[in-house]
């Protein structure tokens, strides 16, 4: 068979092989399918689907183009999670010190981001003197020491994605779940972790907007991962308005130091208790509900704040600045955005709120663009608070007083203030293991 055959396969909406979808992967890695032939394959994808098979086995021909990281010598206490990204989404930064003081062992790679604001690398970045790449034998000594190492991808991971989503982002095929969810699990398996924990964001900040599809997603993923031998849980959360207060990269840095000094409550820390119970169960076999006591005394007794800055200090940062996080450089121009009436703050729509950061200097429009790391919105209040007219909602943070106009426009269009108090939005929307 030929690659026209596959692709006539998949037109006509029919079942591939593990072998066919093999040769599919390795065939364009190498370069004896060209681009518009896997053009063509990604778009019948697009439209006809895969079965859950299909998808497992799409995974793991991408997974077999490269290099995988071997944390077997943890055995089943290695653990991971997985955001589909979020506005103000640092859950990385606080979840992976309260699990990894726990006991469960977090080594973990991160990505940069493109778009609204930056991943949890260039989060981490904004600490000074923080290493976001180690040796393997740095990356695995530091894990032995303190359970916990986070650093940039690196290596040949999966190089099997990186030419297919560079494709699939030419060709309009970023879009279907089959292709999201081999993509997304090929890199957590070849991550290593034995137990792995999604979250899965649904809502107007989200890359899934609606819940089915979020839960779709969500689905496909858990059962890939379990094809693979990996425990595996995906909760649903919401992404209508953004999460906690900070979206920017040293501001959200700021922020989940104190989540984690105890000294901030709300949905940032909730959704942050969550993930880190799921990802405890999975490695311990704790019930949800003694994982949350733990968690809750480990961030009281300040043991997961002490954790963050014996990771960071252990990475080459200067655990100082999580101390005081005055420390931390400020952008030199602030600014109030202001509520134009009183009322009960019905809605804050998440993906302005982070088009509002990101022309303020937060995020990456190109892979190789600099971000102003202090750039930013802290919101003063968050849906359902009643607020004066002329009171502060959001404090802007920039270098550059020409991008404060813009990202004024995206605020003024992403706060609703009514007369009603609003009703309180789930967080967590589902749990699926
Ligand atoms: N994130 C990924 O890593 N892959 C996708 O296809 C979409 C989001």
């Known amino acids: 068979m030929t690659i026209l055959d596959l692709i006539d396969i998949k037109k006509r909406g029919e079942e591939l092989s593990g072998q066919q979808i093999s040769y599919i992967v390795s065939g364009f890695v190498s370069g004896a399918i060209s681009d518009y032939q896997m053009s063509a ?14 998808t497992a086995e799409l995974t793991g021909a991408m997974l077999r183009s490269g290099d995988s990281i071997d944390l077997s010598r943890f055995g089943s206490l290695s653990v991971d999670k997985h955001s589909t990204g979020g506005v103000g989404d640092k859950t990385t930064l606080i979840v992976a010190p309260i699990v ?18 930056g991943g949890t690398v260039d989060k981490l ?31 040949n991971l999966v190089p099997a994605d990186k030419k297919i989503y560079a494709l699939r982002d030419a060709t309009s095929t970023v879009e279907s779940i089959p292709l999201i969810a081999s993509s997304i699990m090929s890199k957590k398996l070849a991550a290593g972790a034995m137990n792995i924990v999604l979250d899965v964001k649904t809502g107007s900040g989200a890359f899934m907007k609606t819940l089915e599809e979020s839960e779709a997603l969500a689905r496909e993923m858990v059962s890939i991962g379990k094809a693979y031998g990996r425990n595996m849980a995906a909760l649903i959360t919401d992404m209508n308005a953004p999460l906690g207060n900070a979206v920017g990269n040293s501001l959200e840095v700021i922020e989940a130091a104190e989540v984690l000094r105890g000294e901030k409550a709300g949905d940032l820390r909730d959704i942050c208790t969550e993930l880190s119970a799921q990802m405890l169960v999975l490695c311990f076999g704790w019930d949800e509900e003694y994982a949350k006591k733990r968690i809750n005394d480990e961030i009281d007794s300040k043991r997961a704040f002490k954790q963050m800055k014996r990771w960071i200090a252990a990475q080459g940062g200067n655990e100082a600045w999580l ?24 809605c804050i729509n998440a993906e302005k709120v982070g088009l509002a950061s990101f022309v303020l200097g937060a995020g990456r429009e190109k892979k190789d663009d600099i971000i102003d790391l202090s750039a930013g919105i802290v919101l003063r209040h ?23 106009k813009r990202a004024e426009e995206y605020l003024a269009s992403a706060f609703q203030i009514g007369e009603a108090k609003p009703q309180k939005c789930e967080l967590i929307i589902k749990t699926i293991r």
């Open 41 to 54: 394959f990604l778009m019948a994808v697009c439209l006809k689907g895969m079965s859950s098979r299909e």
């Open 100 to 117: 990894s003081s726990l006991g469960g062992i977090v080594a973990k790679m991160s990505g940069r981001g493109l778009g609204h604001t």
């Open 125 to 155: 970045e904004s600490i000074k003197g923080y290493k976001t790449t180690l040796s393997p034998e740095e990356f695995y000594a530091q894990v032995e020491r303190t359970g916990i190492a986070v650093i940039g991808q690196t290596g």
């Open 323 to 346: 101390e005081n996080t005055a420390l931390f450089p400020k952008a030199p121009i602030t600014a109030e955005f202001k509520a134009e009436k009183s009322g009960y703050i019905s």
């Open 382 to 404: 968050k849906t359902g608070d009643y607020v004066e007219k002329g009171s502060t909602l959001a404090v802007m943070h920039t270098s550059c007083d020409t991008r404060l």
